[in-house]
């Protein structure tokens, strides 16, 4: 198996969910595998199906317009997993680059160095930009994904989406990619609460479970494109609680007035689609056989705050830096 290691970033957006939880069991529809899922998945112990994931649809309130496809694909797999870092604001501060740039000298920064190095962040707001803001839509995350598609929407391809959010936004992430993995690679990575962006042509999907049925392996795959919005009134899901317990205290504010305003609104909202497999195979979803070389696959995971993305330009700074204090070294020497 071939992968290309690389270094990016996750995304900061602005949590703005209320919870994802279904208020009713959706109607069933017809989708490829729906007798696979019936017969090994649907009611059975511990399938091999991602347990906190939500698919994030591709349309948004239609008053602030569509995502697109990519942004959606990428937004149902960074949200999962990247929970162990801020998504609220961008993080690429003063004190981030300052870190990376000692570790990168190997000792402590001068006050010219700092005062150089201050550029970074500026230089990463200015790439981030002033973008619409986002309003509570009673779904989980889907302004964050809005957010999100403002941020890499010049992007070329996944990678290039990956290196966007790193320099803009300072969340760092490791991307594997391969267009010939064996089905082994998409275990590995749903056994770890890894979902996966699927690249076929110019179409984005994510895969969020696996199957091996009769001896033969499959594929749990969404296409948010064609992914139901599930209505029901908002609610707080375990994944909400955890979260205003354990966050910030502006956090925690900000999820608690999101539910009030629910509540005084009182109206059924659109949410995202969790699976389960309690449910049937919906729309949107398809549980179909492995085929090796059908899609390129990347692997997105090991969030984490830092300056990385701005290394080449961090890098020259000191070495510039370095160069200018190298005349008075000799001097004293003499």
């Avoid at 070329?156 to 936004?169: E, F, G, H, L, T």
């Avoid at 205290?249 to 609104?265: C, D, H, P, V, Y």
């Amino acid at each position: 198996m071939k992968l290309n290691r690389l270094v990016g970033a996750a995304l900061l957006g602005v949590c703005i969910g209320a919870g994802c939880l279904l208020a009713a069991d959706p109607q069933p529809a017809p989708s490829p595998g729906t007798e696979l899922w019936d017969k090994y998945v649907k009611d059975k112990p511990a399938p091999r199906i991602l347990g906190d994931f939500q698919i994030v649809e591709l349309e948004l309130v239609p008053a602030r317009g569509k995502i697109t496809q990519r942004s959606a694909a990428l937004s149902s797999v960074i949200f999962c997993t990247a929970d162990t870092v801020e998504v609220k604001r961008p993080a690429l501060t003063d004190d981030v680059v300052f870190n990376y740039a000692a570790k990168l000298k190997g000792a402590a920064l001068t006050g010219s160095e700092k005062a150089r190095l201050q550029e970074i962040p500026r230089k990463a707001r200015a790439l981030y930009g002033a973008g619409p803001q986002t309003g509570s839509y009673g779904t989980f995350e889907l302004g964050d994904s809005m957010v999100m598609q403002r941020t890499i929407s010049q992007s070329k391809n996944v990678p290039d989406c990956i290196r966007q959010m790193a320099r803009a936004q300072g969340q760092v992430a490791t991307l594997e990619q391969s267009a010939d993995c064996g089905f082994e690679a998409y275990a590995k990575a749903i056994d770890s609460g890894i979902p996966l962006v699927l690249e076929i042509g110019n179409s984005y999907f994510v895969c969020f479970g696996y199957l091996l049925a009769d001896g033969k392996p499959y594929l749990m795959v969404a296409n948010p494109s064609e992914v139901p919005m599930e209505q029901g009134s908002v609610s707080i899901s375990p994944r909400d609680r955890e979260r205003a317990r354990t966050g910030s205290a502006t956090g925690r504010s900000s999820m608690l007035s999101l539910f009030n305003e629910a509540k005084f609104f009182g109206h059924s909202s659109p949410r995202e689609l969790q699976p389960r497999p309690e449910l049937p195979l919906l729309k949107g979803l398809a549980v179909e056989p492995f085929e090796r070389v059908k899609y390129t696959a990347y692997f997105i995971y090991n969030w984490r705050v830092s300056a990385e993305g701005w290394q080449d330009e961090i890098a020259k700074i000191l070495a510039e830096e370095a160069k200018k204090q190298a005349p008075a070294k000799e001097g004293k020497a003499q």
